[in-house]
T-cell receptor, first 118, second 114 residues
């Protein structure tokens, strides 16, 4: 079945440091890939997405490139801020396993806690 | 535009009881999905509804059920509650089930079973 593996956390950085959170996936079809962020006491917010190989998703300074050859979708940011402290989830949707058209079923990684200190 | 609204925010129930959680999607959204979030298992897919029809179901026992109404609002029900059902239950909505329709999540209902 489909699976997503994220680098183990938590990750602690100083403000303005470079961030990388690794994500690799296993899927039977051609999945779409996502990064979601969860702030304390809140639900998940879509951070960025990529729907096909070599696509680069970007938002709020975060980037991730869909690498089919390495089955990876690593999240990067050049200079983190204290406000980026949150839990980050990598996820995929694989419609070949979901009736062909559904994207409401996401498979999530275990989440990575990011703490940024001033 | 109002976001996804889940009620109640917090619930405390006793083993053996049943519970109903409610989700109001963003106006115009027709697809609703439910997820269970626990520290041990992470985020797990429960089910997905589109136009009142269940499109997908995750690997949960039959005690977990859901439905969607004609106005796209959705409810999920858990019967015969167990301690392990304690979790944050998240609802997400999208305009439809296509590739370019991202999921918008509510803030969740925190269920505690004692």
């Amino acid at each position: 079945g489909d699976s997503v593996t994220q680098m183990e956390g938590p990750v602690t950085l100083s403000e303005e440091a470079f961030l990388t959170i690794n994500c690799t996936y296993t899927a039977t079809g051609y999945p779409s890939l996502f990064w979601y962020v969860q702030y304390p006491g809140e639900g998940l917010q879509l951070l960025l997405k990529a729907t096909k190989a070599d696509d680069k998703g970007s938002n709020k300074g975060f980037e991730a490139t869909y690498r089919k050859e390495t089955t990876s979708f690593h999240l990067e940011k050049g200079s983190v801020q204290v406000s980026d402290s949150a839990v980050y989830f990598c996820a995929l949707s694989d419609p070949s396993n979901a009736g062909g058209t559904s994207y409401g079923k996401l498979t999530f990684g275990q989440g990575t806690i990011l703490t940024v200190h001033p | 535009k109002a976001g996804v609204t889940q009620t109640p925010r917090y619930l405390i129930k006793t083993r053996g009881q049943q519970v109903t959680l409610s989700c109001s999607p963003i106006s115009g959204h027709r697809s609703v999905s439910w997820y269970q979030q626990t520290p041990g298992q992470g985020l797990q897919f429960l089910f997905e509804y589109f136009s009142e029809t269940q499109r997908n179901k995750g690997n949960f026992p039959g005690r977990f059920s859901g439905r969607q109404f004609s106005n796209s609002r959705s409810e999920m029900n858990v019967s015969t509650l167990e301690l392990g059902d304690s979790a944050l239950y998240l609802c997400a909505s999208s305009y439809w089930t296509g590739d370019n329709s991202p999921l918008h999540f509510g803030n969740g209902t925190r269920l505690t079973v004692t």
